[in-house]
């Protein structure tokens, strides 16, 4: 079966435009995650969704940065007024287990 | 705050060593530690799973162990093949998120 897909897999923007991201995790997976991995920073998680409700967005580094997740299934993640500092690979994972993550893509967002 | 380190950040070999890679952790409260393989605009592939009250996980040339009192995994190649070369990223399960490590980049050459 299908993967979880993100899109697009490479956005350029200017600095202080908003930007979205896309996720489409694996079809009956009821959890999804946000993770971001920046030059120098490694893998760090953002956010956590249990079907529509986000227990955990400990990892959302300002209020810039929002997702969210409709009919248990896709997810967007936001980036407000986007910064240099924001450039990364932003990686979607999905899971029916809380071991067992499987990992997009990535998107690779570049902030001129 | 659980931080999570990997040593060496980047290693170069010849093919057919074996190579050891190394993840500490400090907080030894965890639920698994895994083993990732990332290549270059690709996700992560999931390679070992350890749960935290077993020591070590086996899958064919990949070895990995685990000490969760000194906070401690190994990973364990054998036999190298150029085929292995990726970028290796070890994590911690805490609650419902992984945290990561930030990687080894191994490079292996014919």
């Known amino acids: 079966g299908a993967g979880v897909s993100q899109s697009p897999s490479n956005k350029v923007t200017e600095k202080g435009k908003d930007v979205e991201l896309r996720c489409d995790p694996i079809?009956?997976?009821?959890?999804l995650y946000w993770y971001r991995q920046s030059l120098g920073q490694g893998l760090e998680f953002l956010i956590y969704f249990q079907g529509n409700s986000a227990p955990d967005k400990s990892g959302l580094p300002s209020d810039r940065f929002s997702a969210e997740r409709t009919g248990g299934s896709v997810s967007t993640l936001t980036i407000q007024r986007t910064q240099q500092e924001d450039s990364a690979v932003y990686l979607c994972?999905?899971?029916?287990?809380?071991?067992?993550?499987?990992f997009g893509p990535g998107t690779r967002l570049t902030v001129l | 705050k659980q931080e999570v380190t990997q040593i060496p950040a980047a290693l170069s070999v010849p093919e057919g060593e074996n190579l050891v890679l190394n993840c500490s952790f400090t907080?030894?409260?965890?639920?698994?530690l895994q083993w990732f393989r990332q290549d270059p605009g690709k996700g992560l592939t999931s390679l070992l799973l350890i749960q935290s009250s077993q020591r070590e996980q086996t899958s064919g040339r990949l070895n990995a162990s685990l000490d969760k009192s000194s906070g401690r995994s190994t990973l364990y190649i054998a036999a190298s093949q150029p085929g292995d070369s990726a970028t290796y990223l070890c994590a911690v399960r805490n609650t419902d998120k992984l945290i990561f490590g930030t990687g080894t980049r191994l490079q292996v050459f014919p």
């Open positions: 079809s009956g997976h009821t959890a």
């Open positions: 907080d030894s409260a965890i639920y698994n």
């Open positions: 994972a999905s899971s029916h287990s809380p071991d067992t993550q499987y």
